[in-house]
């Protein structure tokens, strides 16, 4: 499986800011994700990250509020915007076509 | 939509004990059906993962089945250990098709020595 790193680990925002995460994965990868981890729940998925082209969005988020980039098959960032304390939470990005590998994750707190 | 239901939510077992997860899922056109163990502060990590093609598969001490016909998949621990202890989460997708993966909502899953 290839290697992910993600930038920020953690931080902790005023609302009405916005953070950018980035994910960085060792090799190029056709498929990336990001999902969402709000304290003691489950993963949801936020969108697809797809190479050149606009990122494909879930039911319940839009790009207004989540923009994503993924300018290379190698690289691609979740921009959590205009933050409330609802969007503390841990976001993590992932790749793979069917299997999928994880990255550590951002926690997110926002107060 | 697509939905993975999972229980139950907490299991507590003996040490040396099995401990068995159930999910059922609601896309007929799932073929893919990984299971990650998630430890306090990390990443979820695969453990086992098994397709359409196959009903029963297995790794050391865990085990996964699948009946496709009732669209449900488990996991089976056995001889459980104090690091077994962890939040364990199914999931399905339509594998290449899509890759997206729709998780359960998780298994609290505690080994008391």
């Known amino acids: 499986s290839a290697v992910i790193s993600q930038k920020p680990s953690r931080d902790i925002c005023q609302r009405g800011t916005s953070l950018t995460i980035q994910c960085q994965v060792d090799?190029?990868?056709?498929?990336m994700f990001w999902y969402r981890q709000q304290p003691g729940q489950s993963l949801t998925l936020i969108a697809t990250a797809n190479q050149g082209s606009e990122a494909t969005y879930e039911s319940g988020f839009v790009i207004d509020k989540f923009p994503i980039s993924r300018p290379n098959l190698t690289f691609s960032t979740l921009t959590v915007s205009n933050m409330s304390p609802e969007d503390s939470s841990i976001y993590l990005c992932?790749?793979?076509?069917?299997?999928?590998?994880f990255g550590p994750g951002t926690r997110l707190t926002v107060l | 939509g697509e939905n993975v239901e999972q229980h139950p939510s907490t299991l507590s077992v003996q040490e040396g004990d099995s401990a068995v997860i159930k999910c059922t899922y609601s896309?007929?056109?799932?073929?893919?059906f990984p299971w990650y163990k998630q430890e306090l502060g990390k990443r979820p990590q695969l453990i086992i993962d098994i397709r359409s093609n196959v009903g029963e598969k297995k790794d050391q001490r865990i085990a996964v089945t699948l009946n496709k016909t009732a669209k449900h998949f488990s996991l089976h621990i056995t001889e459980t250990q104090p690091e077994d202890s962890a939040v364990y989460f199914c999931?399905?997708?339509?594998?290449?098709?899509?890759?997206?993966?729709?998780f359960g909502q998780g298994t609290e899953l505690s080994v008391k020595p």
């Open positions: 896309d007929s056109a799932s073929n893919y």
């Open positions: 992932s790749e793979g076509t069917d299997t999928q590998y």
């Open positions: 999931a399905a997708s339509r594998g290449n098709q899509g890759g997206k993966l729709i």
């Open positions: 090799s190029q990868v056709t498929m």
